[in-house]
């Protein structure tokens, strides 16, 4: 007997046509109750719909709003459930996503009901002191990137004599290809609420902000509900005081999610970081010491308060307790969203859960722009802090993004820093300077104009670039030059001394060509091209193409395609 009928609407349901669906279903069933929930992390599966049974569940995939997939849905049609399994793979451990996707994020009747504040409740039964013990006991980690010890960091502001103080909640995920932050915040906000009020108890503050990136307004209006829900219950009265709690929308400066720039811009000034120390938890926002965790961090607090810091440590490395979401995309089978233990291989993430065909895929960037480029011989390394370093990676927020065979590696370092040095605050000199000549010899390579010397000069920029700027990010930004030099150097010496890309990605290095034994001189190149590039007679001046592959996507018979060559002088 069907009970319920769950639709993922987070924003990669939507996206997907999940709001159609959701309509189209809430119309043609009345008998049946209908919610929204948000993403469980089968992003490829999305529009998706969860019915419950009193047999447990059933998914359907790739949902349209017709009557056919209602009729599939309410039949229970084994044609079209989702071939996997939720957990999508045996190697996937679900715990701070445990209720992702599977309630409605902005009822906290729901969450109640599947112990949501339990954790806030025996944390207030519990001396704050004890409350960062079991955070130091669980051996939790930053998950926003750097990894410091968060009961560490508790236990810093929690030592302040002070009569206000502020929590931060870092929700302005920047990296290109991350969506973790974003899919728990959708998903469960109350979750990530609860954790920030459990570190109100703990370390005595009196101020909560969330830093949440304005493009994610779907994250923004459930965490402005489940705030209001908060204030009625009562729940924000934490020691005798009533804890605020407002949100600040980031105007998506990649460089704000560095804790320092970051309460520069809440206190209303240029989003750029100072010199430490002073640390923020001994002088932060407007003065106050102020604590900063980022979205993954506080959402996992509430089990580790309920279940005990014992129980998480028992996940993961020796320095590498607990699971870790990772954001998958690029070029594989299931991108998603996924939760695995700290010690998982990389090789375990790709194959298994990723469903990549062993051989297809030559690398993985790994820790967001500033992360590094891991390539296949060396995916059997560990997923935990100190691994990943020791290969020049990092674990950072945790974007993971696959790269065929067909990318080009240069080109993916010179896309990665493009990124960057736009981001770059300016302020100080390395990054600022560093960072855009650094870009400009990549540009200059991918052109075809490199020579020998370019390569050493990206080694020596990078390394001085990471030991003079001032923040992680200019620290971190050459990082993917890095480690395709370290690990594809071959690649960069096949631009530079041949003037050729193997992967026919740089423009200035491939020509297109028409093969006229195939061609069935049909048109469509010739009225698809913008710059009328392709002649009556079907050859294509390439003096004029710009590369811009239209004819290639319009042509039936696949007679055009890109082969070496180019203007090396381009």
């Known amino acids: 007997m069907i009970t319920r009928i769950k639709i993922g609407t987070g924003s990669c349901g939507l996206a997907a046509g999940a709001a159609e669906v959701f309509d189209f279903f809430k119309k043609n069933i009345t008998e049946i109750e209908i919610i929204g929930v948000g993403c469980i992390g089968h992003c490829y599966a999305e529009p998706l719909v969860e019915v419950e049974t009193d047999q447990g569940s059933v998914f359907f995939e790739k949902v349209e709003p017709k009557q056919a997939f209602i009729d599939k849905v309410l039949n229970l049609d084994e044609s079209s459930r989702l071939p996997m399994r939720p957990e999508r793979s045996d190697r996937e451990l679900i715990n701070v996503t445990r209720l992702a996707g599977r309630i409605d994020p902005i009822s906290i009747d729901e969450y109640f009901e599947n112990g949501g504040y339990n954790g806030l409740k025996k944390a207030l039964t519990m001396q704050p002191i004890d409350v960062v013990k079991e955070l130091k006991i669980s051996g939790l980690r930053g998950r926003g990137g750097a990894g410091f010890p968060t009961g560490m960091k508790w236990g810093f502001l929690q030592a302040q004599k002070t009569t206000e103080k502020v929590l931060i909640c870092n929700a302005d995920e920047g990296d290109p290809g991350a969506f973790m932050d974003r899919s728990m915040m959708e998903s469960v906000p109350h979750q990530v609420l609860e954790g920030m009020l459990i570190a109100a108890h703990a370390t005595g503050a009196t101020q909560i902000f969330i830093y949440c990136r304005a493009e994610y307004p779907l994250a923004i209006k459930h965490l402005k509900i489940a705030i209001k829900q908060i204030i009625e219950h009562g729940l924000n009265k934490i020691n005798g005081r009533d804890i605020t709690i407002k949100i600040k929308e980031g105007a998506g400066a990649f460089v704000c999610g560095e804790e320092t720039a970051m309460i520069h811009s809440l206190e209303g000034s240029r989003g750029t970081p100072r010199f430490r120390p002073p640390y923020p938890t001994d002088s932060g926002f407007k003065g106050l010491p102020t604590m900063i965790n980022n979205v993954e961090t506080f959402a ?74 891991i390539p296949f011989d060396h995916f059997d390394v560990q997923i935990d802090y100190d691994s990943l370093k020791s290969l020049g990676a990092i674990m950072g927020s945790g974007g993971l993004i696959f790269i065929g065979n067909y990318r080009c590696m240069v080109e993916t370092a010179r896309y990665f820093l493009d990124f960057t040095t736009r981001e770059s605050c300016g302020k100080c000199t390395f990054c600022r300077v560093g960072t855009k000549r650094m870009l ?39 990082n993917p030059v890095l480690t395709t030099l370290r690990y594809y150097k071959n690649e960069y010496e096949r631009h530079v001394n041949n003037k050729q890309c193997d992967a026919l990605v740089c423009n200035a290095l491939v020509n297109v060509y028409i093969d006229k034994s195939s061609c069935i001189e049909c048109g469509l190149c010739i009225k698809n091209c913008p710059v009328n590039a392709i002649s009556d007679d079907f050859i294509i001046d390439n003096e004029i193409c710009t590369r811009c592959n239209s004819c290639i996507e319009v042509c039936p018979k696949d007679t055009i395609s890109r082969v070496a060559g180019g203007n090396a002088n381009a």
Request: net charge negative.
């Open 300 to 373: 996992n607090v509430p089990n580790i308060i309920n279940e005990g810091g014992e129980e998480f440590a028992k996940i993961g490395t020796e320095n590498s307790k607990g699971t870790k979401l990772f954001a998958l995309a690029g070029d594989l089978k299931y991108p998603g969203l996924v939760e695995v233990p700290m010690g998982i291989t990389l090789a375990e993430v790709v194959y298994d859960i990723g469903g990549v065909e062993k051989g297809s895929i030559k690398a993985v960037q790994i820790g967001g722009p500033s992360g590094g480029c």
């Open 440 to 478: 400009e010899t990549l540009e200059i390579i991918t052109a075809g104009n490199g020579h020998q010397k370019d390569i050493q000069f990206l080694q020596d920029l990078g390394q001085k670039i990471i030991k003079g700027s001032l923040c992680g990010l200019g620290q971190s930004a050459p």
